[in-house]
């Protein structure tokens, strides 16, 4: 007999702790003696930087000889955080005789021969070059994607032997 009133007792015990903690949570409990508060910064530093991207600048394929410009264009793509000064470069490429602004694409295999090209900052005028303050386009960053456009040109020259021609030009963002 005492054991089962016990158990009812412990069961009605049991159930009304159960039913106090689901009915008022531990920390939502109300407090009458007083309050004090703390501060706290939130920070965040963000330092300035530039992502480029580039794609390929095809002169595409020419029948017979060079005696007219071939020209077409391409996009850098320079995103830089808001109010970044930055520069473009456009190395000179990886074409044989390739230095500064005068470029040539490099024939494959045993070929030698190359053919000149031209990369321009404007249709016709300003070669890109590598060289900051003097031949590199520069912008300010917005924190947004900014396309650059490149102008190509293969000029009129004497043309070498048929083949795929090609140089590969790095593109840099100096900020």
């Known amino acids: 007999m005492l054991r089962a ?6 069961i009605a015990a049991g159930l009304c702790l159960g ?9 939502a409990a109300t407090y009458l003696n007083g309050s004090a508060t703390a501060n706290f910064d939130v920070t965040l530093t963000i330092v300035a930087n530039c992502i480029i991207a580039a794609t390929p600048l095809n002169f595409g394929s020419v029948q017979g000889v060079l005696s007219t410009a071939v020209n077409v264009n391409t996009t850098v793509n320079v995103t830089c955080t808001n109010t970044t000064p930055y520069n473009v470069g456009l190395n000179a490429g990886t074409g044989t005789g390739s230095s500064g602004t005068a470029r040539f694409m490099s024939g494959t295999g045993v070929n030698t021969g190359t053919v000149a090209f031209n990369l321009f900052q404007t249709s016709g005028a300003t070669l890109w070059g590598n060289t900051q303050g003097t031949n590199t386009l520069g912008g300010i960053g917005s924190g947004s994607l900014q396309p650059l456009t490149v102008y190509g040109q293969v000029p009129a ?4 032997a048929p083949d795929a021609y090609k140089s590969t030009i790095t593109a840099t963002v100096y900020f």
């Open 5 to 10: 009133q016990f158990s009812r007792l412990a």
């Open 19 to 27: 039913a106090t903690s689901l009915a008022i949570p531990v920390n």
């Open 157 to 160: 020259q004497a043309t070498p």
